[in-house]
């Protein structure tokens, strides 16, 4: 039987490392294969070697059953081979339909023919169950139609051989449902997938087989139907996985945080949070749940200083605190993890070192009279750099030499071991694999055993889930409700994220 | 991967080496083509500088202020700004230090000389932190508010001169000895060279400058700021008062290169109509040194050497002294044209980490 793709140990390696270490990938027609595996096992290297991007060391290409070489990327889409990037190639002024037919437009008398262009999209965008409006711009489309455009652009070159490299990281939970769809719908019509991802749910929701590959190496290739879920993410990082469960008693007590009749404006003066309520006591982790853009960040903002208000108060430990100064309030007993790590968590050419007493440096011990301790400061790096097992030669790394879940670890390593009265995590675990996030929510749930006051914002219905012991779903800049995790299931949080509340009524 | 950084690390070395290695030959065929001997004219830069006392002198007193200009620039590059007002914070400095030297000529020398000193170094801070308050505040570009301030300093120090420090010569007065770093015993060891004690000013200068930044909780907070302002605001400093306060202390330096000039070199402030270029060779200074405190040293050590050896070529080889100006401006492409080289290599292995 031949496959439709098959890559037959590929060797790839870069000065100092070897990304690929005689990986075999098999890929059956109609099919949507997961290739599974941790940040920088060599996912990314071994399709940029299929796409042409890359040439092997050794190793050979069979696309249906035949031997292919692959130059660039042009040959790979000759041979049916089509790349959805995680990063999309789009030109925002253009419209979906020039977008699609960009570099093989449609003529007519050699001129450019864009009514068989809008016609082309439309009939693909319908076989294939992709809805988008050919003759929209892209900048005005949101990311999961963008993400549809990036389909049919390979689509429209004919491809029957689709990469989706980690497509779900930048969609909303709703969109990735759709998008699962959209596979599905694909493989029906007789396309083959290959998807990239460490997501173990998505996995398990759609795929037929994965391989998985560690550390540039294969490790297996399973059928999705005889495995579990634990089984594979152990699979993935080579050892056992916990799934880290906030499983310790809900006691909360008195209240650390208090926010009422809070109302905070973006950088266009549009009030984005509106009369907003929310506490937070010590002992608990409180989830925000809520569809990117409803006034998470600018709430985070405005708690930690960085953001004036309009009105309304914020108390921290029964201490008026609206409008304070960043560094007051760090003083004050606030942990911040930002979502944005590499802009705002770290300082990316400082070393870890230096990294580690980003909120600190003026303080004792790390200063004495206005002079750096540099040795203080290297042991104490040291010692976190062990204890919260950040994978770095020396403290003395720069932070931009460090692996996403490595930088996150600085991070919380720095924020945790100021043991802040009240942590804001604002998507804590981003972009990380599984041993990382396993990581980072043990961390948090041992804050809230030793009673201190977690406020976690995250875009991942299951990261709330599993974490909080309140959910808070956040709407168009308000708390439209709090639930229970245990009794509430994502169906009814995707509708509160969407602005219906129970009992059927819109917001 | 960390092979790969520490590669990048010693090309980063190794850049300004090749740079003066490339500047010097391709200077050597530009001399080939124009039909003079360039062993002749290096050898002659060389030998001047080396075994004839005057010029090793002269080189000496004209790095002082290069490199204090030089740290000028290296300093608020460090914290993240462009200062391109070092021309105009070292005229202002260079005037308030003999203006203070000249109104205040009765006190004793162990008075009047740090005096004028710090007056130059205060005024350049003053002309520092008004371009800072401008970007603190208002947001307004620092280069483009530190070129217009060399302008007004350029006017303004010939207004002061003109009617309040004036005598013949379109100059102010010579300053009191009382205030002057200039030194027979130094002149003598040079042969009559204008060489003065300015050089410890300079040489604390460096070390000011390496142990502000690396070791002290401000050069921590201001090399944050000037890495990534965002984590830095939300780490808690303030971004506003640490770009006052860079282009303030930068301008220390500025005003103190003005001072040595003043205080040191001339012995007093001649109007002109145009600008010193030390300033805008700082900027050079600071490129070619990395803006480290060493390198600015050693940076500042070529350039002047170069300058005032360069002297003696047209009599020695019959090279004209310019061409040592378009070495140097060789150098200085080399450099700027390495910068590229490492940002695509940069890009490049950044690219292969993921």
Same mark, same amino acid.
């Given at each position: ?11 790839? %390696? ?6 690929? *270490? ?93 009514? %068989? ?48 490299? %980690? ?58 139907? *005889? ?234 219905? *299951? ?45 | ?5 520490? /590669? ?87 005037? @308030? ?84 770093? @200039?030194?027979?015993?130094? @002149? ?29 909780? /401000? ?34 330096? @500025? ?97 292969? /980490?993921?």
């Amino acid at each position: 039987m031949s496959y439709a793709i098959e890559m037959r140990q590929i060797r790839k %390696e870069f000065p100092g490392i070897v990304a690929n *270490d005689n990986i075999t990938l098999q890929v059956e027609d109609g099919e949507i294969h997961a290739l599974f595996g941790e940040n920088g096992a060599g996912k990314s290297t071994l399709m940029n070697v299929l796409f042409g991007l890359y040439q092997p060391d050794r190793g050979e290409i069979y696309v249906h059953g035949e031997k292919a070489v692959i130059h660039d990327p042009n040959d790979a889409t000759r041979l049916g081979i089509g790349m959805v990037h995680q990063h999309f190639m789009l030109i925002d002024k253009f419209t979906v339909a020039e977008n699609i037919v960009l570099g093989r437009e449609p003529k007519k008398n050699g001129v450019l023919d864009m009514k %068989e262009a809008v016609k082309v999209v439309r009939e693909l965008s319908e076989k294939y169950g992709l809805d988008v409006d050919p003759e929209k711009k892209v900048e005005e489309i949101t990311v999961g139609m963008q993400q549809r455009v990036e389909i049919l652009k390979t689509l429209y070159r004919g491809s029957d051989i689709l990469i989706f490299d %980690e497509p779900t990281a930048v969609l909303t939970p709703i969109e990735i449902q759709e998008l699962i769809e959209i596979m599905k719908r694909l493989v029906h019509e007789g396309k083959s997938i290959i998807l990239i991802t460490h997501k173990l749910k998505e996995i398990f929701e759609c795929c037929d087989r994965a391989t998985v590959i560690r550390r540039g190496k294969n490790i297996d290739t399973v059928k999705i139907s *005889d495995t579990n879920p634990t089984e594979l993410a152990s699979m993935m990082v080579g050892r056992k996985v916990h799934v880290q469960v906030n499983d310790a008693p809900y006691n909360p007590q008195g209240k650390v945080l208090e926010i009422e009749h809070l109302n905070v404006a973006d950088a266009r003066k549009v009030e984005v949070i509106k009369d907003l309520n929310l506490t937070v006591h010590g002992g608990e982790i409180l989830g925000i749940a809520g569809v990117d853009g409803n006034g998470q960040t600018e709430l985070i903002e405005a708690i930690a200083g960085l953001r004036k208000t309009k009105s309304g108060t914020i108390k921290l430990n029964n201490q008026d605190v609206t409008n304070q100064r960043t560094r007051k309030m760090i003083e004050a007993g606030l942990g911040y993890i930002p979502e944005d790590r590499q802009k705002h968590g770290l300082v990316l050419d400082f070393s870890i070192a230096e990294n580690m007493v980003l909120q600190t440096y003026y303080q004792k011990p790390y200063a004495q009279m206005g002079i750096l301790q540099n040795k203080v400061i290297a042991k104490k790096a040291k010692k976190l750099i062990q204890e919260f097992d950040v994978r770095t030669p020396s403290e003395k790394t720069h932070a931009r030499a460090l692996s996403g879940g490595n930088q996150q670890k600085v991070i919380v390593a720095r924020e945790v071991d100021r043991s802040p009265q009240l942590l804001i995590a604002a998507q804590p675990t981003r972009g990380l694999d599984v041993g990382a996030i396993e990581f980072i929510h043990g961390k948090l749930i041992e804050e809230k055993k030793k009673g201190k006051a977690v406020l976690l914002v995250s875009f991942e219905l *299951d990261e709330i889930l599993h974490l909080s012991d309140r959910i808070a779903v956040i709407y168009e800049g308000y708390i439209i409700d709090i639930v229970s995790p245990k009794e509430t299931n994502e169906n009814e949080l995707g509708l509160l994220m969407a602005g219906r509340k129970k009992g059927g009524s819109e917001a | 991967m960390s092979n790969l950084l520490k /590669k990048v690390n010693w090309m980063t070395l190794l850049i300004p080496v090749i740079s003066v290695i490339l500047g010097l030959l391709c200077g050597a065929v530009i001399m080939l083509v124009i039909g003079y001997n360039p062993v002749l004219a290096y050898q002659s830069i060389v030998e001047s500088i080396f075994l004839q006392p005057y010029y090793g002198g002269e080189t000496i007193r004209a790095m002082i202020p290069l490199v204090l200009a030089g740290l000028a620039v290296a300093f608020s590059f460090r914290t993240g700004l462009f200062n391109i007002g070092v021309e105009g914070q070292l005229m202002v400095g260079w005037l @308030a230090s003999v203006a203070c030297a000249i109104s205040l000529g009765h006190l004793p020398k162990i008075l009047l000389l740090p005096l004028s000193i710090v007056a130059g170094g205060a005024a350049g801070a003053l002309w520092g932190f008004i371009p800072g308050f401008l970007k603190a505040r208002f947001k307004v570009h620092e280069v483009i508010s530190t070129i217009m301030m060399n302008y007004i300093a350029l006017y303004t120090t010939a207004y002061l001169i003109k009617n309040f420090l004036y005598t013949e010569g379109e100059r102010t007065p010579t300053i009191p000895s009382a205030a002057s770093l @200039a030194s027979p015993f130094l @002149a003598n060891l040079t042969q009559g060279s204008r060489l003065h004690w300015g050089i410890i000013v300079a040489i604390i200068a460096v070390f000011a400058m390496w142990f502000l930044l690396w070791k002290t909780t /401000k050069g921590y907070e201001l090399r944050s700021v000037g890495f990534s302002p965002d984590a830095s605001n939300y780490a808690g400093m303030s971004v506003a008062r640490n770009i006052m306060l860079s282009l303030t202390i930068s301008g220390i330096f @500025a005003g103190l290169a003005g001072a040595m000039e003043g205080l040191g070199t001339y012995q007093y402030m001649t109007i002109s109509s145009a600008f010193t270029g030390i300033g805008f060779n700082g900027i050079a200074v600071a490129l070619l040194g990395l803006n480290t405190p060493i390198g600015v040293l050693l940076a500042g050590a070529l350039f002047s050497g170069l300058q005032n050896g360069g002297l003696t070529m047209q009599a020695n080889a019959g090279v004209p002294v310019e061409l040592v100006n378009i070495i140097i401006a060789l150098i200085i492409f080399f450099v700027g044209s390495s910068y590229a080289i490492k940002w695509a290599l940069s890009r490049f292995s950044r690219k292969g /980490k993921k």
